[in-house]
């Protein structure tokens, strides 16, 4: 079902790639003080950012019910975009409107450089995802503390009990078919730190420019600071996540960067 979305999406990107950018395009997403849980916040961030490097207009609404009227999606649902009279959800379906219309950035790599950052995107959804979904529904602790009184702070009881368990049965599931949901939080942090060796080895390979790959953005750069801010800047009772990425200062430099030049959010006074 989740694979025929997608395919969808994309066939009907097809089909808007010679209309304009629509100037009422919307983002939506969950209420960020109340109700967003943390990998729904990186998802909606990383889109936010891509959409900003790419200097294309949007808005933002905020809804109660925004994941429930997404089409769907391979991770979190979240964000969707209305662009015109058409929806798009994620990240990968949101990029792929974009490009198809000649306005995304990278367009200045050639076809090995894109297959090469593509393999990095792929590394950074899946591994900070699922660490995201991990330690938001796993420990138990946050979930109780954080993730269940978030999630069911827009419903009145006793919905907000059945919502609460739909939500952390259907994230537990994804643990599993990904191979996460056996894991101990070690292992976690130890996946983690390799993904945050990896990319911070990539920027130490442009020691003079502030992207990814060179002195112009690309999508890596958009869905690695969606992660890595949020993942920084979400107070948890277990706070093992940030504290690996803190580890590794290219990559809070790298986010300090792109909050500044593009965001300029509070958050960026957590790091320290």
Same mark, same amino acid.
């Given at each position: 079902?989740?694979?025929?979305?997608?395919?969808?999406?994309?066939?009907?990107?097809?089909?808007? &790639?010679?209309?304009?950018?629509?100037?009422?395009?919307?983002?939506?997403?969950?209420?960020?003080?109340?109700?967003?849980?943390?990998?729904?916040?990186? &998802?909606? %961030?990383?889109?936010?950012?891509?959409?900003?490097?790419?200097?294309?207009?949007?808005?933002?609404?905020?809804?109660?019910?925004?994941? @429930?009227? &997404?089409?769907?999606?391979?991770?979190?649902?979240?964000?969707?975009?209305?662009?015109?009279?058409?929806?798009?959800?994620?990240?990968?379906?949101?990029?792929?409107?974009?490009?198809?219309?000649?306005?995304?950035?990278?367009?200045?790599?050639?076809?090995?450089?894109?297959?090469?950052?593509?393999?990095?995107?792929?590394?950074?959804?899946?591994?900070?995802?699922?660490?995201?979904?991990?330690?938001?529904?796993?420990?138990?602790?946050?979930?109780?503390?954080?993730?269940?009184?978030?999630?069911?702070?827009?419903?009145?009881?006793?919905?907000? %009990?059945?919502?609460?368990?739909?939500?952390?049965?259907?994230?537990?599931?994804?643990?599993?078919?990904?191979?996460?949901?056996?894991?101990?939080?070690? @292992?976690?942090?130890?996946?983690?730190?390799?993904?945050?060796?990896? %990319?911070?080895?990539k920027l130490k390979e442009s020691?003079?420019?502030?992207?990814?790959?060179?002195?112009?953005?690309?999508?890596?750069?958009?869905?690695?600071?969606? @992660?890595?801010? &949020?993942? %920084?800047?979400?107070?948890?009772?277990?706070?093992?996540?940030?504290?690996?990425?803190?580890?590794?200062? @290219?990559?809070?430099?790298?986010?300090?960067?792109?909050?500044?030049?593009?965001?300029?959010?509070?958050?960026?006074?957590?790091?320290?």
């Amino acid at each position: 079902m989740q694979s025929s979305q997608y395919l969808n999406q994309l066939h009907t990107a097809d089909k808007l &790639s010679e209309e304009p950018w629509p100037e009422d395009a919307t983002l939506y997403q969950p209420f960020e003080a109340e109700q967003i849980l943390l990998p729904e916040n990186a &998802s909606c %961030l990383a889109v936010k950012a891509y959409l900003k490097m790419c200097n294309l207009p949007f808005g933002v609404r905020s809804c109660a019910n925004a994941e @429930h009227m &997404s089409p769907g999606g391979r991770m979190t649902k979240l964000p969707f975009i209305r662009a015109g009279a058409f929806i798009f959800a994620e990240f990968e379906p949101i990029v792929n409107f974009v490009e198809q219309k000649d306005m995304a950035i990278g367009s200045w790599q050639d076809e090995d450089e894109k297959a090469d950052m593509r393999t990095y995107v792929s590394l950074v959804e899946n591994i900070f995802t699922m660490a995201e979904l991990y330690v938001s529904f796993k420990n138990e602790r946050v979930y109780k503390e954080v993730t269940a009184p978030r999630n069911g702070a827009v419903y009145p009881w006793p919905l907000n %009990l059945m919502q609460n368990y739909s939500k952390r049965r259907n994230a537990l599931r994804q643990l599993k078919v990904y191979q996460w949901h056996d894991l101990d939080i070690e @292992h976690v942090i130890e996946k983690v730190a390799k993904c945050c060796e990896t %990319l911070e080895y990539k920027l130490k390979e442009s020691p003079d420019t502030p992207f990814f790959f060179g002195d112009q953005p690309c999508e890596l750069d958009a869905i690695a600071f969606g @992660h890595l801010f &949020s993942i %920084l800047t979400t107070r948890l009772p277990n706070m093992a996540l940030a504290q690996t990425v803190q580890k590794f200062g @290219h990559l809070v430099t790298f986010c300090r960067f792109i909050d500044e030049k593009y965001f300029q959010m509070s958050g960026l006074l957590l790091l320290k």
